[in-house]
């Protein structure tokens, strides 16, 4: 996976557009570009969670491995998702596996970086929890919706 | 509020050819297809005169054994009539039996359709879940024939396993068209599935909506359709702007059994395709 400073042109994304702009501002130092090759994994069950990824284009699976059946996906984000919420949530380790189904651009933030100022600034920290939980929320809607089998 | 949409809203009723609407025509089954393990598609011959608008649905009598409501799946200008069926009921299961040749009774077509003429020239969002997808193909059969009347088209389909994706050949056609997006979504993966994973609404974050232009037509398990409907007004998409086609267990077809009754409506006449707005009330509404 490779990393850079984004352009001011590339730092767009839905999680960021739904916070003010004086929050945004105190974000952007910390705000870098990746991009990931298919297959290639942002994230290893078990492992420290380094980062919090905003999904700009590309797909990302999120699974885990099930012994002779191999890695399989649980669910797919995509562009406007985020992956991880590990890095809030002590002790900072990936749950699941999240790997690049197709060339995966985004943006990211150091976790390490990211607690801290939220951790100093508690009104920021809300407002990006508030945000990171209506992520979590509809992702949760979806997965109990997939586990009712509703399809038949 | 938007008047003019609600008073237009929807959706036009076709009268069914002119006999007795209990009499059914006898037709020959010609042709059968298998889609996936227990879903097939028969093709039927159609009786003389017969028209349907997509969204409509026709009753068929498997003889000796009962009658059921089935969805239309083929185009609305083509000389037979497709149907494809689960085979999960003893009438669907006896159909599943019978073979090119054998012939069945025909009632239809009945019901509402889906309001293609309202929806022309604006975006058109298609939502399928399993076996949701047959009374939304006479959709595409439409805009395919008239790919400068609607502005971009997407079809967002969710279905159990990649095992039970239907029409797969078509879906990939209709992928390759220009301003059409198709995305297929699997609840359950295997390893060789390299496509989206997750419930339908997983896909709503990256879907590039203009909420003002969007007409949406949805078709799947209610439980999918109450929270696609739900997300899409939280896009801003009004909800006179939603379509959905709801199944009931519909017998007489004229509103006389009261067994597909849903609220004040009669699903086999008013519906099955209603606007969200029409319906919303009821539709989230506990039946016990």
């Known amino acids: ?152 | 509020m938007d008047n003019e949409l609600r008073s237009a809203a929807p959706v036009v009723r076709e009268s069914a050819p002119d006999r007795s609407p209990w009499t059914p025509a006898v037709v020959p089954i010609v042709d059968r297809r298998q889609e996936t393990g227990d879903v097939f598609t028969v093709t039927l011959a159609a009786p003389d005169g017969y028209r349907f608008r997509p969204g409509q649905f026709n009753m068929v009598t498997v003889f000796g054994v009962g009658e059921c409501a089935l969805s239309l799946a083929g185009a609305s200008d083509e000389p037979t009539l497709r149907h494809t069926v689960r085979a999960v009921g003893s009438v669907t299961r006896a159909l599943a039996r019978l073979r090119p040749g054998d012939r069945v009774g025909l009632r239809g077509p009945y019901g509402s359709s889906w309001p293609l003429d309202q929806a022309a020239g604006h975006d058109l969002l298609l939502i399928a879940g399993g076996v949701g997808l047959p009374p939304l193909r006479p959709v595409m059969y439409h805009v395919l024939q008239r790919p400068d009347v609607f502005g971009r088209v997407t079809v967002l389909y969710g279905v159990r396993s990649p095992a039970d994706i239907l029409y797969r050949d078509e879906l990939q056609q209709w992928a390759k068209q220009p301003g059409l997006k198709v995305w297929v979504i699997v609840a359950q993966a295997d390893v060789a599935w390299r496509g989206p994973v997750g419930f339908v609404t997983t896909l709503f974050p990256a879907l590039d909506l203009n909420p003002s232009t969007t007409w949406t037509f949805m078709c799947g398990p209610e439980a999918m359709m109450r929270f696609a409907a739900r997300l899409l007004e939280e896009r801003g998409v009004p909800d006179e702007r939603i379509f959905l086609s709801l199944e009931r267990n519909m017998q007489c077809t004229v509103g006389f059994c009261g067994h597909c009754q849903f609220g004040p409506e009669f699903v086999c006449m008013d519906g099955p395709v209603f606007s969200y707005w029409r319906i919303r009330h009821f539709f989230t509404i506990r039946e016990a």
Not at chain 1, 21 to 34: D, H, I, V, Y
Request: charged residues 20%; neutral net charge.
């Open chain 1, 1 to 152: 996976m490779s990393g850079a400073e984004p352009s001011p042109v590339v730092k767009r994304h839905a999680f960021l557009e739904r916070l003010q702009e004086a929050q945004r501002q105190l974000l952007e130092p910390g705000l870098k570009s990746f991009t990931a090759a298919p297959g290639e994994y942002l994230a290893r069950e078990g492992e420290p969670a380094h980062a919090f990824y905003l999904i700009q284009s590309g797909h990302v699976a999120i699974g885990t491995h099930l012994g002779e059946r191999g890695a399989v996906p649980i669910q797919t984000v995509g562009p406007g998702d985020v992956v991880g919420w590990s890095w809030v949530v002590p002790p900072y380790r990936w749950q699941f596996d999240a790997r690049a189904v197709d060339r995966v651009e985004g943006l990211f933030f150091e976790a390490a970086w990211l607690r801290e100022l939220c951790e100093k600034n508690t009104t920021l920290g809300y407002q990006v929890l508030k945000q990171l939980i209506a992520s979590i929320s509809s992702r949760l809607a979806a997965t109990r919706l997939q586990k009712l089998d509703v399809y038949g």
